[in-house]
């Protein structure tokens, strides 16, 4: 099943993501490619359209982004923005300068071009708009064909070629902060591009069983990792759908998982999925590779190739006691490695985005032990049906699926799991202190019927002690901080103002009932500058 696109060439811009997400908003499936991605890799994609994202550089720097100018000149529609705007002007015998003025934030554009025959991109937007810019260069001299179509006071707003189909804006549309931005992306979709409304959770859905099909093969096995949370809950359920009973769910106790998830999870995986899951307790396995380890990147490889490794040796298992005997004929067939060929895991689009630059010349923030800790010698091949999605549209794949919201609508929940939430090294005693504390913050918060309106909230274990008292004896605790942010889709996030008296109740039951934490503060960091986590 071939899937249209619109092909967005990353140039490293803050924003590629969220073109992506305004486009798959009006129900037209996008692809974020490197900009230095060849001719035939586009062209793979299907599109029906190309977008050239913004970017920090200017396109006179000795490490601006390559990108091939043959990309002009394929035939698709094309829309610039910010430095793809820039590039297209460079390229095609214009020029680019330093603007006298650099643009920053708010501006007023005003659009000279909103005729439909002449400017379709621009059709029903008011004469004047307000728009985010973030440039430093401008458009000095338009290449030979290219009209004007917008400006600002300072600078070039917006330029086309209608006869090349190309067109470009030096603003960003896909932030809100620009406002008609949607309608003018909507314009280059359907009224340029042709696009059809038609990639839905159902054409996915489809779409996936049946790639999953092909890779797996009729004889195919594959194990899941499965955590319990919605990204690899959803991921097992499309796998299982594609190749049924030759699935099998691996549930790992890795030791710093939250309190009684362990048996938790066991029950809602069978219960209410149907999955077929095997349930490992690796705590003391993966607790003793990270004894005296305080260095986060470092906690999450290892944690990463601790996974696989786990994984490695239950598929060895599973082949030799169960599937082995029942399909391939007994043991000792040599059937070994094909049996079992697969792991499935529920990475998703923010997951590749922060963990490298595969997707452009962003920088790398932290790696994330779905992408960023697998060793390079892994005897398992991946399966990430849900790698291009943002975590809004797997809850929506996971409801067209019809799975219980009560799966859907868990928070999000880190891969390392609290080792990532204890700062320092990571011991037994600390997990027990984050996990009875965590377990007070998630229980007063759904108490307070915040749950579902908080993209996350949890606890988190520094290494920090400080004088308290209790009764009448001095103490010497932990302090625990409290996070809470809302969040579309994880690239960026905000603070939560949770009520005082949230706050309060949640403070006094973890310095009452914890023993060993006697201080909570209250973390109102937004991402940026800061991640949601803490490591």
């Known amino acids: 099943m071939e899937t249209s696109s619109i092909v967005i060439l990353d140039f490293g811009s803050q924003y590629t993501q969220l073109i992506a997400r305004r486009i798959r908003e009006q129900n037209v499936f996008s692809v974020v490619v490197p900009c230095t991605a060849s001719i035939d890799e586009i062209n793979s994609h299907h599109p029906i359209g190309i977008i050239l994202s913004g970017g920090p550089c200017s396109v006179y720097d000795a490490d601006a982004p390559p990108a091939d100018p043959a990309v002009l000149g394929l035939g698709f529609p094309i829309l610039g923005i910010c430095y793809g705007l820039q590039y297209i002007v460079h390229h095609l015998g214009g020029k680019v300068s330093s603007a006298s003025k650099r643009e920053y934030g708010h501006a007023e554009v005003s659009l000279l071009d909103t005729k439909p025959d002449a400017n379709p991109l621009f059709v029903q937007l008011p004469a004047t708009m307000t728009a985010w810019m973030s440039h430093g260069d401008n458009a000095e001299a338009l290449p030979p064909g290219f009209h004007l179509t917008a400006r600002t006071s300072n600078a070039v707003a917006g330029i086309a070629d209608a006869a090349r189909n190309i067109w470009a804006v030096q603003f960003h549309p896909e932030v809100h902060h620009t406002k008609h931005g949607s309608e003018l992306l909507r314009n280059f979709l359907f009224r340029i591009c042709n696009a059809k409304p038609d990639w839905t959770p159902e054409h996915f859905i489809q779409s ?53 998830e362990f048996f938790k999870v066991q029950e809602t995986m069978r219960n209410k999925l149907g999955l077929n899951l095997v349930a490992v307790n690796a705590s003391t396995r993966f607790l003793a590779k990270l004894a005296g380890v305080t260095d986060p990147e470092t906690k999450r490889k ?23 005997e029942s399909e391939v004929g007994g043991p000792g067939t040599g059937s070994e490695a094909k049996a079992i060929a697969w792991l499935v895991q529920g990475t998703l689009y923010p997951d590749v985005i922060e963990s490298s630059s595969v997707k452009g010349p962003s920088q790398t923030i932290k790696s994330h032990h779905n992408v960023g800790g697998l060793p390079v010698d892994m005897k398992l091949k991946l399966i990430e049906p849900l790698r291009d999605l943002f975590k809004d549209e797997v809850r929506r794949i996971g409801r067209d699926l019809q799975m219980p919201e009560e799966i859907l609508q868990r928070q999000p929940f880190p891969g390392p799991g609290l080792a990532v939430r204890i700062l320092g090294e990571v011991t037994p005693e600390r997990v027990a202190l984050l996990q009875e504390a965590d377990d007070i913050v998630v229980t007063e918060i759904k108490a307070a019927g915040l749950y579902q309106q908080i993209w996350q909230s949890f606890a988190v274990l520094l290494p920090v002690r400080s004088v308290g008292v209790a009764g009448d004896q001095r103490t010497y605790g932990y302090t625990c901080a409290i996070r809470a942010v809302h969040s579309e889709d994880g690239m960026t996030a905000d603070w939560v103002p949770l009520p005082y008296e949230v706050l309060k109740k949640i403070s006094d039951r973890i310095t009452n009932e914890v023993h060993g934490i006697n201080r909570v503060v209250y973390d109102i960091t937004s991402k940026p500058p800061g991640t949601i986590e803490w490591e």
């Open 302 to 324: 290892i944690i990463g190739n601790e996974f696989i490794s786990v994984f490695d040796d239950e598929a060895a298992r599973i082949l030799r006691d169960t599937i082995l």
């Open 208 to 260: 996936t069983v049946h790639a999953i099909r092909e890779k797996v093969g009729e004889g195919g096995h594959a194990i899941c990792a499965l955590s319990g949370g919605v990204d690899s809950s959803v991921a097992a359920v499309l796998v299982h759908r594609a190749i049924g009973n030759r699935l099998t769910c691996v549930f790992v106790n890795n030791g710093v998982l939250r309190k009684n």
